[in-house]
């Protein structure tokens, strides 16, 4: 009783899980010869096709160029008319518990089968779309990794730059310092000479200094009071003379 | 002595600094303010000293043999070069980087070989949904249950579920 319920609902529920132990005994059997083949073919998505839920369509695909259409229903119904004439299958209590248990089982299994058939695959799509995830990371990373390594390896190739500007460098102090040697040296010597050209201008402007302040003195020295008087006398009656002769031009 | 005007190598400094690893950054902008102001200095100096007129020294000047004696001893005088003590440190430094530049390019690629492999592993999978829970365990061998430590289903720790 219970093994038609499972056989039933075994054959509604779409594909479940194909990764998993479930499907433990489906076409793994392509393990024929002694070599394993690697990788072995995926399993089927869905079961054979069926009709009224337990009737394999070979079946009817068998009869059909014999009895057309309609010969398994006749198959059918004649093997039910058989079963039930000779007694062979014996109607009891049973049989009405058998029809309401299955009528209940077959609404329940096409009402909710999709729905839960759907939930199973999508806890199954989670788990793959994290494995998916994880690789997909890894091999970006990889690749970036790979990058990474080539710039460093690119960049390493410059060293020798490096190596130019430090010698450039000491090349260019080692000039530096010889001009300002050669500066230094040219330098003092102009300085030198200059000194003692100073030297000999100042002595020169002493004396001509010296030698002027000398003469005057003399010469105040030697002008006696008596020219003194005299020549003030001179200048007063000068400018008197002078005094007139403006005044006579200014008039005029 | 001969070396006096050795060979300026023109350096381009935009090609260096793209080989600059941002975390030698810092050193290498040192290393370019020292250039240029040594560059600068050095331009900044003409190359040989102004010549002394000797003539109108000589008339200027009254001590007679004093400006004679000067210019003799002048153009008699050598300017020590200054000497080259540390290029040949530079070049041991260059030799010394060559080596472990080749050692790290020899390690660099031992690491490229090993990503490559792993790239190429992950390239050649098959696809998830055609795997079993032996082939997930093969490739990623963190999600392999320990049955003897867990003998017990769920075979790993409440607290990983």
Not at chain 1, 56 to 64: A, H, S, T, V, W
Not at chain 1, 66 to 77: A, C, D, E, L, S
Not at chain 2, 16 to 25: I, K, L, W
């Amino acid at each position: 009783m219970l093994s038609r319920a499972v056989f039933l609902s075994a054959n509604f529920l779409k594909g479940s899980a194909p990764l998993g132990a479930g499907l433990v005994h489906a076409p793994r059997s392509l393990h024929t010869s002694s070599q394993s083949l690697a990788p072995v073919p995926p399993l089927p998505e869905k079961p054979g096709k069926v009709r009224h839920g337990f009737v394999p369509e070979e079946f009817f695909q068998l009869l059909y160029p014999k009895t057309g259409v309609t010969g398994p229903y006749m198959f059918g119904t004649g093997l039910i008319i058989y079963l039930l004439s000779k007694e062979i299958y014996v109607i009891n209590q049973e049989t009405l518990a058998g029809i309401s248990i299955g009528a209940i089982i077959i609404y329940a299994v096409k009402k909710f089968g999709p729905s839960v058939a759907a939930f199973a695959d999508q806890l199954n799509e989670e788990k793959v779309a994290k494995v998916q995830e994880v690789k997909d990371l890894a091999m970006t990373n990889l690749a970036q990794a790979i990058e990474n390594e080539k710039k460093e390896q690119w960049r390493v190739e410059g060293r020798s730059m490096l190596f130019d500007a430090k010698r450039n460098n000491v090349a260019m102090l080692l000039e530096t310092n010889y001009r300002e040697r050669q500066h230094m040296v040219t330098n003092e010597v102009k300085r030198r000479l200059d000194y003692q050209i100073a030297l000999q201008h100042l002595n020169r402007r002493l004396e001509q200094e010296h030698m002027i302040n000398w003469v005057e003195k003399s010469v105040i020295s030697s002008i006696t009071p008596q020219q003194e008087k005299e020549s003030i006398a001179k200048c007063i009656t000068d400018l008197k003379a002078l005094a007139k002769s403006t005044q006579a031009k200014a008039v005029i | 002595m001969a070396g006096r005007r050795a060979a300026l190598k023109a350096i381009d400094w935009v090609a260096f600094a793209e080989r600059v690893p941002p975390n030698q950054r810092s050193m290498f902008n040192a290393l370019k303010t020292r250039s240029d102001a040594i560059s600068a200095k050095l331009a900044s100096l003409p190359e040989s000293p102004a010549a002394i007129d000797w003539s109108y020294y000589r008339s200027a000047v009254a001590k007679p043999g004093m400006v004679d004696e000067f210019e003799k001893k002048f153009s008699a005088l050598k300017v020590p070069e200054p000497v080259d003590t540390q290029t040949a440190k530079i070049n041991a430094q260059e030799t010394e980087a060559n080596k472990s530049a080749l050692a790290y390019i020899e390690a660099s690629k031992a690491r490229i070989t090993k990503y490559e492999e792993e790239l190429d592993k992950f390239k050649n999978m098959i696809p998830f949904d055609q795997m079993t829970i032996e082939d997930l365990n093969e490739i990623f061998p963190e999600t392999k249950l320990d049955k003897v430590k867990y003998p017990y289903w769920p075979h790993k720790p409440i607290a990983d579920l």
